[in-house]
C-alpha cells in the first residue's frame, strides 16, 4: 500500500506543478459564491475575516478542498464574493477549482462549507471533500 500512497503522491505533485506554472498566466479564473455561503459568512465574519478555500493532495480521490476562516491575505490571493462576505484561493489552488461554486449546506447531522459543480473534477468520494481533476 506504501507504494502506491507514493506513486499517487508523485502524480499530484506533477499535476500540482503543471498547473502552478500556468496559474499567474490566467487572470480569468473564477469561483461562484452562493447565495447560502454569502449569508453564513456574514454570520460569522463579524471581524474582518474570511472563508479560506485551498486545495491539496490527499483524500480519498488525490485532491482535497480545505475551508478555513483566515484574516491575512498574501500576494497570491483571489478575492470572491463581498466585503463583509469574503472568499479568498490562492491563485494555485484556483487552478483546480475555477468554474465551480463556494457554498455552505446545512442538513441535519451537519452543516458546512462545500465546494459544488466544479468542472475541473472528473470524480469525487463519498466524504464531499476529496476529488481528481480531470486530464
Keep these: 500500500a506504501s507504494f502506491h500512497n507514493i506513486i499517487?503522491?508523485?502524480?499530484?505533485?506533477?499535476?500540482?506543478?503543471?498547473?502552478?506554472a500556468s496559474a499567474s498566466a490566467?487572470?480569468?479564473?473564477?469561483?461562484?459564491?452562493s447565495e447560502s455561503c454569502l449569508k453564513r459568512l456574514?454570520?460569522?465574519c463579524v471581524?474582518?475575516?474570511?472563508?479560506r478555500v485551498t486545495?491539496?493532495?490527499?483524500?480519498?480521490?488525490?485532491?482535497?478542498?480545505?475551508?478555513?476562516l483566515d484574516s491575512k491575505l498574501n500576494d497570491d490571493d483571489r478575492?470572491?464574493?463581498?466585503?463583509?462576505?469574503?472568499?479568498?484561493?490562492?491563485?494555485?489552488s484556483l487552478e483546480y477549482c475555477s468554474g465551480a461554486t463556494v457554498d455552505y449546506h446545512s442538513e441535519l447531522i451537519r452543516a458546512g462549507f462545500r465546494m459544488v459543480a466544479?468542472?475541473?473534477?472528473?470524480?469525487?468520494?463519498?466524504?464531499g471533500s476529496s476529488f481528481s481533476i480531470k486530464l
Design 42 to 44: 456574514r454570520e460569522i
Design 118 to 127: 466544479n468542472p475541473l473534477a472528473e470524480q469525487g468520494c463519498s466524504c
Design 26 to 33: 490566467n487572470p480569468e479564473l473564477s469561483v461562484q459564491v
Design 55 to 68: 486545495v491539496e493532495g490527499g483524500g480519498c480521490s488525490g485532491f482535497q478542498y480545505k475551508f478555513d
Design 79 to 92: 478575492e470572491f464574493g463581498e466585503d463583509k462576505a469574503k472568499v479568498v484561493i490562492d491563485t494555485v
Design 47 to 51: 471581524d474582518g475575516s474570511f472563508l
Design 8 to 20: 499517487d503522491f508523485s502524480r499530484n505533485l506533477l499535476l500540482m506543478r503543471h498547473v502552478s
